[in-house]
């Protein structure tokens, strides 16, 4: 009997969209993609989508959906009150029927919150953890997927600590030697003319947005209502309540 051997790039590749709204999450299925991470306000990195995007989403796909849970932009260390709605909202995903959620808590510091991280996992119970590119940011990567896959994290979406994945590459190579039971899943920056680069190195998931910008208005709006000077990873923006109470007295 003959035993043939399938090459290296004959073998199956899953392919990820991130996706930000339902037209987004149809044009991924509609392309071909297997898996769909579901988030909004891409331009920040991606939030989690309201209650009314997770049951549209969910009625009108038939792939897969992991959700993003982060519930607002900037870092990834969450007050009390901020960790207590992430965890709602994955109990939320549970209840809905989403396949996965995609989430992930540091320290000031930088490093992996494992407790809380651990707690999130727990939450999600049977339903697939992508640990996010928070990753790209903890000072020591191969500890912290270690720490990752002893929580019982199964997929790790990382462009290996740089700004696109393929200048990342040598450190997702080297997380991939490393791994054990997590999939290590490279993002950002990947393309139709990069892609297979990807699985030639032997990964077998990519994920990426494919965004195209459409022109949306018939023409422009006389006031920005985008704020880009507010936006930075290290700060925070929030109500004051000095702020809020000298307005009142002012006018009260």
Known sequence: MSVY???ELELFMLVEVCANSVESALNAEKGGADRIELCTELGVGGITPSFGLLKSVRERTSI?????IRPRSGDFTYSDTEFDGMVKDIELCASLGFDGVVSGVLHKDLTLDAKRTAKLVKA????GFTFHRAFDWVPNPIRTLHQLQGMGVDHLLSSGQQKTALEGIDLLAALLQEKTSCTIMPGSGIRSDNALL????????IHLSGTEVVRHLEKEAKVPMSAKNNLADGMLLRTSADIISKVVASVK
């Open 198 to 205: 990807f699985k030639e190195r032997g990964f077998r998931e």
């Open 5 to 7: 051997l399938i090459p």
């Open 64 to 68: 897969p959906v992991r959700v993003l």
């Open 124 to 127: 999600a119970g049977p339903l």
